[in-house]
C-alpha cells in the first residue's frame, strides 16, 4: 500500500520536521501506513501566533463564510467516507465497519456545526433600570489548543475543531502520535474547504513537546482535551494555574446492570457490543457487568456464546468485528491487567489470550471475568481494552449502589423490562450519560456528551452545548 509524509499546516503552509515518526498498522506491522512529522516547540508556537493573527477577522467573519466552510468540510468527508474509514482502519485497528461508522459520524457533526453558525442567538432583557437595555451575546474565546486521543482519530477531532470554529474561534490541533493520517486527511480537507491562513493549524508531534507548549502558552486562551486520567488532570492544574479556560474527557468504568426480568438476547447483545465492539478502546465502553442472581448464569452462558462468535482479525478483512490492540504498550498493559484479574481470584470464563493471524499484529482475545467483585483492581481500574468482568448482586438496590461505586462516570447502562427500575435508574445513575436497553457506548452527534467525578471536568462538549465551551458571555447595557 501507498506510504505517505504527513505535515503540520501551519499559517496554510505545510511544513515538515526534521524528525520523523512512523506509523504503523496495528493489524499488520509490516505496513508502514506513512511517516509523520514530529513538531518542535518552535514551530507549535508559529502555530498559536498564526492562530492568534487569524483570529482578529475570523472572529468577526460573516457566518456565512463559516457556514460554507464546514458545510464542505462535512460533505468531503461524507463523499469519501469509504476511503477515510480504510485509512483509519489500518492505522488504528478498528474493524472497518467501525470505522466506517466513525468517519460518517465526523462528516455529520460538520454539517451540524455548520448550521450552527447561522442559529447562534442572544438575548435582549429588559433592565431594573429606568431607561436602559440589556443584552447578552456570546463571542468566541480566542485561539483554542485541541489534544485528541487516538482511539477515535477522526470523530473526536471533528467534535472539538466543528464546534471551534463555528464559534469564531481559531485552532491549534494537536492529534495522538498513533494516529496522524486521519488528522493530516482532515486538515487537507478543511484547509481545501477554505479555511484561512492560520484559522486551522495543525501541529503533529508528542504530547510532551506540542502539547505541552500549547498547554502553557499565555495566547491559549482555552485547551480541549480527550486522554487519559493523569494527562488530563496534569493539563488542567497548568492551564487553570494561568487562568486559562479547560474542558477535560478522560477514562471511564462504565456499569452495564442486567437486571431479572431483561430480555436475555436483548441483554447479551448490549453487552458484547458496549464491551467488546472497537476492541473495547472507548471511553464508553462497559467493563463492569453488574447481575442480578436469577439471571447470572443465563445472561454469562449467552455472553459468552456471543463472544466465541466474535472474529478478532486484521481491520480491514471484511469478516472482522473486532480488530487488534493499538500498540505493543497498550497490548501489555491489557495483558497486564488479564494476570492481575486471575491473581485477584476472578474466574476467566472467556477469552485472556494472544491470538497469532496470518499478519502481525497485537490480536487479543476479547476477556471476561466472573466473580468478580468492585474491590479489585479490575473492577476499578480503567483498562482500555477488550476486557470486561461480571459482578453478582442480590437485587436492584444493590446494582445501583455497585454500579455508582467507581470514581469515574461516563455512561451507565440498565438492561430491564421493568419501567419502575429504568426510571429510577436514570435518575440515580452516577454518570453524565444513561443507557436503558442500549449499550454504554455509541452516541448521538447533536446532543451532549460527557461525564462526572473523574471521567470529566469543565463543560459538555456536543451538540449546543459545545458553545458553554468555545464561547464567553457579554452582557452589555444601553442607556437610551
Ligand atoms: P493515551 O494513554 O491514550 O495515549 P494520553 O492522555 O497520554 O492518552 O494522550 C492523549 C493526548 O494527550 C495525546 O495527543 C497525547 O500526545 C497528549 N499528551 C500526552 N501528554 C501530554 C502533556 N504532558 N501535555 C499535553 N498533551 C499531552
Redesign the pocket.
Known amino acids: 500500500m501507498m506510504q505517505c509524509q504527513y505535515k503540520h499546516l501551519i499559517n496554510g503552509q505545510w511544513e515538515s520536521s526534521e524528525t520523523l515518526g512512523a506509523n504503523i498498522n496495528p493489524s499488520d506491522l509490516d505496513d508502514l501506513v506513512g511517516n509523520y512529522a514530529q513538531g518542535d516547540q518552535q514551530q507549535t508556537i508559529n502555530a498559536i501566533e498564526a492562530a492568534k493573527t487569524a483570529f482578529q477577522s475570523w472572529s468577526c467573519s460573516p457566518i456565512q463564510q463559516r457556514f460554507d466552510m464546514l458545510d464542505a468540510v462535512g460533505s468531503e468527508i461524507l463523499a469519501r467516507k469509504d476511503e477515510l474509514a480504510k485509512l483509519l482502519a489500518r492505522e488504528e485497528g478498528k474493524a472497518l465497519s467501525d470505522a466506517l461508522g466513525e468517519v460518517i459520524r465526523a462528516g455529520q457533526i460538520f454539517k451540524f456545526f455548520a448550521g450552527e453558525c447561522v442559529r447562534q442567538t442572544g438575548d435582549k432583557l429588559a433592565s431594573t433600570r429606568q431607561g436602559m437595555e440589556v443584552e447578552v451575546t456570546r463571542e468566541p474565546v480566542g485561539v483554542v489548543g485541541l ?4 482511539n477515535f482519530p477522526i470523530a473526536i477531532p471533528a467534535w472539538k475543531i466543528a464546534p471551534a470554529l463555528a464559534y469564531g474561534n481559531t485552532v491549534v490541533f ?4 498513533l494516529v496522524p493520517a486521519s488528522a493530516w486527511a482532515l486538515a487537507d480537507i478543511i484547509h481545501r474547504a477554505g479555511a484561512p491562513a492560520g484559522v486551522f493549524n495543525l501541529v503533529l508531534g ?3 513537546i506540542v ?2 507548549t500549547l ?1 502553557n502558552h499565555l495566547d491559549v486562551a482555552a485547551i480541549s ?1 480527550t ?2 486520567e493523569g ?2 488532570r ?2 488542567a492544574s497548568k492551564v487553570v494555574a494561568r487562568m486559562g479556560k479547560v474542558q477535560l474527557e478522560m477514562g471511564g468504568k462504565n456499569p452495564l446492570v442486567v437486571l431479572d426480568d431483561a430480555d436475555l438476547e436483548v441483554a447479551a447483545e448490549v453487552a458484547v457490543n458496549g464491551a467488546f465492539y472497537a476492541t473495547g478502546q472507548r471511553c464508553t465502553a462497559s467493563s463492569r457487568f453488574i447481575v442480578t442472581k436469577g439471571i447470572h448464569d443465563r445472561f454469562v452462558a449467552a455472553v459468552v456464546n456471543k463472544m466465541g462468535k466474535l472474529e478478532v482479525g486484521h481491520a480491514l478483512d471484511t469478516n472482522t468485528k473486532i480488530g487488534p490492540v493499538v500498540d505493543k504498550k497498550q497490548l501489555d498493559n491489557v495483558c497486564q491487567y488479564i494476570r492481575v484479574g486471575k491473581d485477584e481470584g476472578a474466574k476467566l470464563a472467556f477469552g485472556g489470550e494472544i491470538l497469532q493471524r496470518k499478519t502481525k499484529g497485537f490480536f487479543l482475545q476479547p476477556t471476561l471475568f466472573t466473580q468478580a467483585n468492585s474491590s479489585m483492581r479490575i473492577a476499578k481500574e480503567e483498562i482500555f481494552g477488550p476486557v470486561a468482568c461480571v459482578i453478582k448482586v442480590a437485587d436492584y438496590e444493590e446494582a445501583l449502589a455497585v454500579a455508582n461505586d467507581t470514581v469515574f462516570g461516563l455512561s451507565s447502562g440498565i438492561v430491564t423490562t421493568s419501567l419502575k427500575y429504568a426510571n429510577h435508574f436514570k435518575r440515580h445513575a452516577h454518570s453524565g450519560m444513561v443507557m436503558v436497553n442500549a449499550p454504554t457506548a455509541g452516541v448521538d452527534y447533536h446532543v451532549p456528551f460527557g461525564g462526572r467525578n473523574g471521567s470529566s471536568y469543565g463543560s459538555r462538549e456536543q451538540g449546543r452545548y459545545a458553545a458553554e465551551f468555545y464561547t464567553t458571555v457579554k452582557t452589555v447595557y444601553i442607556a437610551s
Open positions: 489534544i485528541t486521543p487516538w494537536k492529534p495522538a502520535e508528542k504530547g510532551s502539547g505541552e498547554v482535551f486522554g487519559s494527562t488530563g496534569n493539563i
